[in-house]
């Protein structure tokens, strides 16, 4: 198997990103991660468990995109994992019942709930019977009791501003759709999906693409596997 020093490279795997990874069986052959992580490690690693693996890894960053391409490409597995400029809450163009996983950790809570209601209807069609789906998605904490946070109740989107590293609010703002467990597991089940497991706990997440920008605090987050 191609070895690659990962640490040399700049990855920083977090703890739900191994478990995600880990869940993946040698005989899931072809996976589809919405929203790339940094520099596509993670489906670097996911290709190299495996080398008769596809995956299919899309994101609406242009500039992660031509990143991920690159890295992709100088570590010679282009042929491998496919990187797209696509955006998840789109139609997807993929057939019925071909994906063996998906890899969705960190990328749900940017959709309204009308777009996950979507975006969860097309995992469910693209997944194969017995096909697995690893979610990791944002759990409403302090980022949504934070001072001038607008919430519109008809897409349940949180618009809050971002406070830099000495906890001063910043000017940025970002629009997300924070969870319950109840919320995320009714969307799920809406969709068809059984729920394997449901968890939450606090993990350090990164403000930009190359994670070299901790969010301030921990942020509280909720872990499923669900199957179809
Ligand atoms: C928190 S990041 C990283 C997620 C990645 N799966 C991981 O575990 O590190 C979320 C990514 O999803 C991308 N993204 C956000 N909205 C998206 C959408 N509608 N379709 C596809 N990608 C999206 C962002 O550009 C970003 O690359």
């Known amino acids: 198997m191609q070895e690659i020093d990962f ?42 468990q495996n080398k008769k693996r596809q995956i299919i890894a899309t994101t609406i960053d242009t500039e ?6 690159k890295i992709t490409k100088q570590l010679n597995l282009s042929n491998r994992i496919t990187v797209k400029n696509e955006d998840v809450a789109q139609p997807m ?52 009791n934070t001072p001038n946070i607008e919430y519109n109740a008809n897409t349940k989107m949180i618009t809050y501003q971002l406070f830099d590293s000495n906890m001063k609010l910043t000017p940025k703002k970002v629009s997300r759709y924070l969870h319950t467990n109840d919320s995320i597991s009714n969307h799920i089940k809406t969709a068809g999906f059984g729920i394997k497991y449901i968890k939450e706990y606090k993990e350090q997440l990164f403000r930009d693409y190359l994670r070299t920008s901790p969010a301030p605090k921990l942020s509280s987050v909720i872990e499923l596997l669900v199957s179809k």
């Open 7 to 48: 640490r040399e490279l700049g990855a920083k795997f977090s703890p739900s990103e191994k478990r995600g990874i880990g869940l993946i069986k040698d005989t899931d052959l072809l996976i589809f991660c919405p929203g790339i992580s940094t520099c596509g490690f993670a489906e670097i690693k996911m290709a190299l």
């Open 64 to 69: 992660g995109f031509k990143k991920t391409k």
């Open 93 to 144: 163009p993929y057939h019925d019942k071909c994906f063996d996983f998906i890899y969705a950790r960190l990328i749900l809570h940017y959709l309204s709930k009308q777009e996950l209601d979507k975006t969860l209807k097309e995992f469910y069609r693209i997944l194969k019977p017995g096909g697995r789906v690893f979610i990791v998605v944002r759990k409403k904490d302090w980022e949504a």
